[in-house]
């Protein structure tokens, strides 16, 4: 399979506007997304994630610091969840501390950006994410 022609449904989950719109463009300009869908912290994203209406993402795109739920306690609760947590998720936050990559590495992340972005490595992050994996992983049975 040709990585370089896959697109995603993605999820994303970051509260502040303009980052969510750089992403946005950053995901379209390199042809990597089908569709787009946002929620603007982690609650957010599992009323998302949790309702049958909406499509499962094939990504999640989180952001770590947010109101409410922020993206380390969404990270524990998709770890948790048999039903989420095959779903490949790229953290991009402005934290590059070791314990924040490292924290986001154990809880299911499966790549991590620091802000500010660079759209190249936000890319490869995103296409370095195993083929095998996204095209293996067992979907959650409808409920």
């Not at 370089?4 to 999820?11: E, I, K, N």
């Not at 089908?34 to 949790?50: C, H, K, P, V, W």
């Not at 590495?105 to 994996?133: C, G, M, W």
Request: glycine share 2%; aromatic share 4%.
């Amino acid at each position: 399979m040709n990585s370089l022609s896959r697109t995603y449904d993605v999820l994303l989950v970051e509260d502040d506007p303009a980052d969510a719109l750089l992403i946005e463009e950053a995901l379209r300009e390199h042809g990597m997304a089908r569709s787009i869908s946002q929620a603007e912290d982690g609650l957010a994203a599992l009323d998302y994630l949790r309702d049958p209406a909406n499509a499962r993402p094939d990504l999640i795109v989180l952001d770590l610091n947010m109101p409410r739920m922020n993206g380390r306690e969404l990270l524990e609760v998709l770890k948790d969840d048999q039903r989420l947590l095959t779903i490949p998720v790229v953290v991009l936050t402005t934290s590059g501390a070791p314990d924040d990559v490292r924290a986001a590495y154990d809880r299911h992340a499966n790549a991590y950006v620091v802000k500010p972005l660079h759209l190249d490595e936000f890319t490869r992050a995103v296409r370095s994410i195993d083929a095998f994996f996204l095209e293996t992983a067992i979907q959650a049975p409808p409920s």
